[in-house]
T-cell receptor, first 117, second 111 residues
Framework: AQTVTQSQPEMSVQEAETVTLSCTYDTSESDYYLFWYKQPPSRQMILVIRQEAYKQQNATENRFSVNFQKAAKSFSLKISDSQLGDAAMYFCAYRREGETSGSRLTFGEGTQLTVNP | KAGVTQTPRYLIKTRGQQVTLSCSPISGHRSVSWYQQTPGQGLQFLFEYFSETQRNKGNFPGRFSGRQFSNSRSEMNVSTLELGDSALYLC??????????FGAGTRLSVL
């Protein structure tokens, strides 16, 4: 079974600074997707960034980028120029590729990010 | 395009009762997944429906069931509610196993 581990229950960062959230996963599959979702106090889960395992290039979305290390099964999220609106719970998630696996996501425990003004 | 809509947003039930939650996916999305979120267990996958068929099922007791209609709307039912069923229930829809888009959730409190 696949597992996702986020070892940092809480992180804090100063506004405009950079912070990195860690995530490791365990799988025997070679084709899969990794995601970072953000859950603000409103509880609405919002996709931050997605990485396909077959792509060596790290995904980026504006101020958000990932460091994907497939051999080490590591998938960290870097937030640059942190803003107050980035404060939220961040979840790392895994999805196996393949028609029979469907859309099922396996989530990590989450990291609560605080942004200090 | 409208997002994923979950109703109701809040529910209060007592032990032993049953409850039905509803999820309307984004137009064109045929896959609907359900997740339970609690402080102790985190986010756990309940089940996924695709074209009215259950495609995946998580490790939950048979009290938890679901179905999907021909318009892709999905319902989740929990029978004989227990205190431990108190949680945020999230629904997500996707097109072609692609990115999952989540609704705002239904907060269920069991007294």
């Amino acid at each position: 079974a696949q597992t996702v581990t986020q070892s940092q229950p809480e992180m804090s960062v100063q506004e405009a600074e950079t912070v990195t959230l860690s995530c490791t996963y365990d799988t025997s599959e070679s084709d899969y997707y990794l995601f970072w979702y953000k859950q603000p106090p409103s509880r609405q889960m919002i996709l931050v960034i997605r990485q396909e395992a077959y792509k060596q290039q790290n995904a980026t979305e504006n101020r958000f980028s990932v460091n994907f290390q497939k051999a080490a099964k590591s998938f960290s999220l870097k937030i640059s120029d942190s803003q107050l609106g980035d404060a939220a719970m961040y979840f790392c998630a895994y999805r196996r590729e393949g028609e029979t696996s469907g859309s099922r996501l396996t989530f990590g425990e989450g990291t609560q990010l605080t942004v200090n003004p | 395009k409208a997002g994923v809509t979950q109703t109701p947003r809040y529910l209060i039930k007592t032990r032993g009762q049953q409850v039905t939650l509803s999820c309307s996916p984004i137009s064109g999305h045929r896959s609907v997944s359900w997740y339970q979120q609690t402080p102790g267990q985190g986010l756990q996958f309940l089940f996924e429906y695709f074209s009215e068929t259950q495609r995946n099922k998580g490790n939950f007791p048979g009290r938890f069931s679901g179905r999907q209609f021909s318009n892709s709307r999905s319902e989740m039912n929990v029978s004989t509610l227990e205190l431990g069923d108190s949680a945020l229930y999230l629904c997500a829809s996707s097109w072609n196993n692609n990115i999952q888009y989540f609704g705002a959730g239904t907060r269920l409190s069991v007294l």
